[in-house]
């Protein structure tokens, strides 16, 4: 099978050092496997998008010479898409409308299946698709084999809000089908995500992907590196001074300090994930 791997970022904030070392791995990965890179901005909560990030998002790309091998495509331009894949759902009875607020919910993160016999119509009410009482596991390149009941440690999930916000889970996996993926390199604080992927993957008749879960880059708070808490941008004046360091917290070989296009082209001959950190988080701490 020929390698199609991406990298998705979100625009809800610049890009910052953890997505860069994701932005790494995901290319060194697909080009030392000479496959295809493509890029993907995961925009469909479009209230959450944060002025400017797009455009961010794509100057990096540039600053850092990496290379699509197609067009990058936004998913906010793709709604009516992941509309049609609930309606088949639907048409399978594989989905429901539910009314269930959050205050309804309370604190409980299972979800009970309280909406799941209404039939109720999905106008104006959040769709959720139906799990069954099975565990699911897949083996992570990285993380080793990972497992979870999605009945029992989740319930019946969202796919579309109450607004209508098409939640991350149904457009990641459309896409990721759509556009011919084989491969998934991501941080692993969405390692708990894969198991919902993978069920709805199965349920859509989608083939499997390979997974890779790479492990965190913290702050000096012990948090991880995101836009909620902070993280700096990333300096497009120092991009060759912030590759270098994002393939050392890879733990990969040296790479010569040059142009970014010289230095992928390098880190890419010699990739090895044996040498990255089997380990949700990375040691030391980063800004």
């Known amino acids: 099978m020929a390698y199609v791997g991406r990298f998705a970022p979100s625009p809800t904030g610049p890009?910052?050092?953890?997505?860069?070392?994701?932005?790494?791995?995901?290319?060194?990965?697909?080009?030392?496997?000479?496959?295809?890179?493509?890029?993907?901005?995961?925009?469909?909560?479009?209230?959450?998008?944060?002025?400017?990030?797009?455009?961010?998002?794509?100057?990096?790309?540039?600053?850092?010479?990496?290379?699509?091998?197609?067009?990058?495509?936004?998913?906010?331009?793709?709604?009516?898409?992941?509309?049609?894949?609930?309606?088949?759902?639907?048409?399978?009875?594989?989905?429901?409308?539910?009314?269930?607020?959050?205050?309804?919910?309370?604190?409980?993160?299972?979800?009970?299946?309280?909406?799941?016999?209404?039939?109720?119509?999905?106008?104006?009410?959040?769709?959720?698709?139906?799990?069954?009482?099975?565990?699911?596991?897949?083996?992570?390149?990285?993380?080793?084999?990972?497992?979870?009941?999605?009945?029992?440690?989740?319930?019946?999930?969202v796919l579309k809000r109450r607004d209508?916000?098409?939640?991350?889970?149904?457009?990641?996996?459309?896409?990721?089908?759509?556009?011919?993926?084989?491969?998934?390199?991501?941080?692993?604080d969405l390692l708990d995500n894969t198991e919902r992927q993978i069920w709805l993957g199965s349920i859509l008749g989608y083939p499997k992907l390979k997974y890779m879960h790479l492990p965190l880059a913290m702050n000096d708070q012990g948090q991880k590196l995101s836009k909620q808490n902070m993280a700096q941008a990333l300096d497009l004046n120092r991009a060759p001074e912030l590759l270098q360091q994002a393939i050392r917290a890879l733990h990969q070989p040296e790479v010569d300090l040059d142009t970014p296009a010289h230095m992928l082209k390098q880190a890419i001959a010699q990739w090895d994930i044996q040498h990255i950190p089997h380990t949700k988080e990375l040691e030391g701490t980063y800004l």
């Open 15 to 157: 890009l910052h050092f953890g997505s860069l070392i994701t932005a790494v791995a995901s290319y060194c990965d697909a080009r030392a496997h000479n496959g295809k890179w493509l890029v993907r901005i995961e925009d469909t909560d479009i209230p959450r998008i944060y002025p400017g990030s797009e455009d961010h998002i794509l100057r990096c790309i540039d600053a850092f010479q990496f290379e699509a091998d197609d067009a990058i495509i936004f998913q906010k331009d793709r709604l009516d898409l992941y509309d049609a894949i609930i309606n088949q759902l639907h048409k399978n009875h594989l989905v429901y409308a539910c009314q269930c607020t959050r205050k309804m919910l309370g604190s409980n993160h299972i979800y009970a299946g309280t909406c799941r016999d209404l039939n109720l119509p999905f106008e104006q009410q959040a769709i959720r698709v139906r799990v069954s009482d099975q565990e699911i596991c897949f083996s992570d390149r990285l993380q080793g084999t990972h497992c979870s009941n999605l009945q029992q440690d989740l319930g019946d999930f």
């Open 164 to 188: 209508g916000i098409i939640n991350y889970q149904l457009a990641v996996v459309v896409d990721d089908y759509l556009q011919g993926m084989t491969h998934v390199v991501r941080g692993a």
